[in-house]
Each structure stands twice: as C-alpha cells, then as structure tokens.
C-alpha cells in the first residue's frame, strides 16, 4: 500500500517561498512510470494541478504558476518538495501530493491527506 504524507509550515508570509515535502512509503518514486503531483484546493475553489515530478525525474508545471514553481526530489529519502515562491494569500489552499499513471484513465491512485497552508502576514 502506497502511502504519501506532505509536512510543512502552515502560516507562510506574503512574497516568501512555500516549501512542502512529500514522504513516500510503500513504493519508490523512482518506479516506472508514475508521476509525482502537487495539487491545490483554494477555498471555494476547484482542484488546480500545480505541477509533477516523474520517475524519470523530469519535471512539469502548470503554465500559471511556472515562474514560481519548482519541484525536486531526494530518492535516498524517498520524498519530493514543492517550491513556490513569491506567495500571495491567493495561494492560501490546502496542498495535497498524489501520484499517477497517466496510461489510465483515472490517473490519480493515492494521494496524501492534505495540508492546510495559509499566506498571511
């Protein structure tokens, strides 16, 4: 059973840099060919694909939040981290990692439970 686990700060300041990590157990990220996500919910809002991380270790990003994202990975510790910088509270959502296998039709298998991040000064 794949388990996925974000930590972070959950009060992060107006133009500093949100940094979250997800902790994998029960499968390696380096395992063809799924494809580690983070994926935000602002209040209200819809789910917003912010970007991924594949086994390969290539990256991708949603076209709207490129200039501030940037996700890495530590295969030696089995997690990867998103960076977004230059916060405002419109980034104020609950952050979840999951992974997927785009080859099926509903990609998206485990996701961790979530964390609550608030920008605010």
């Known amino acids: 059973q794949v388990q996925l686990q974000e930590s972070g700060p959950g009060l992060v300041k107006p133009s500093q840099t949100l940094s979250l990590t997800c902790t994998v157990s029960?499968?390696?990220?380096?395992?063809?060919?799924?494809?580690w996500s983070w994926i935000r919910q602002p209040p209200g809002k819809g789910l917003e694909w912010m970007g991924a991380?594949?086994?390969?270790?290539?990256?991708y990003y949603s076209p709207s939040l490129k200039s501030r994202t940037s996700i890495s990975r530590d295969t030696s510790k089995n997690q990867f981290t998103l960076q977004l910088s230059s916060v405002t509270p419109e980034d104020t959502a609950v952050y979840y990692c999951a992974r997927a296998d785009y080859s099926d039709s509903s990609p998206y298998d485990y996701w961790g439970q979530g964390t609550q991040v608030t920008v605010s000064s």
């Open positions: 991380i594949a086994f390969s270790g290539s990256t």
């Open positions: 029960g499968g390696s990220i380096t395992t063809n060919y799924y494809y």
